[in-house]
């Protein structure tokens, strides 16, 4: 019984934490196409949470998906575009050195 309900916590928490982060509010459509759009968006961003979380839970990493969010936005990338003189499309993408937490959730995550 303890287990469901922790795993009921554990979705509503996440969704609280959606709401907040993905801006996801009750919103009105014209169409029921439109409603259900939004609701597969929002099961498919609480299914990419889950995973994650549960990932990381198995190798030890127990901090909240709020504290996670926060941590990855220390990594920031900017693409910088130009067009030469002979009409060639030049990109230049920088990302910030990687904090030491960035760092130890890529290597949970196997991510290169």
């Avoid at 909240?64 to 220390?74: A, D, P, Q």
């Avoid at 002979?86 to 990687?98: A, G, N």
């Amino acid at each position: 019984m303890w287990d469901i309900y922790n795993i009921i916590r554990e979705i509503e928490y996440t969704f609280r934490v959606l709401k907040t982060d993905l801006d996801l509010r009750p919103v009105y459509h014209k169409t029921d196409d439109a409603a259900m759009a939004h609701l597969h968006l929002g099961l498919l961003a609480y299914w990419l949470v889950a995973t994650i979380r549960y990932q990381l839970k198995q190798k030890g990493y127990k901090h909240g998906w709020s504290e996670i969010v926060r941590i990855m936005n220390t990594q920031k990338c900017v693409t910088t575009t130009v067009e030469n003189i002979k009409e060639e499309t030049i990109s230049v993408r920088q990302c910030t050195e990687l904090t030491q937490q960035v760092k130890q959730l890529y290597n949970i995550m196997n991510y290169k």
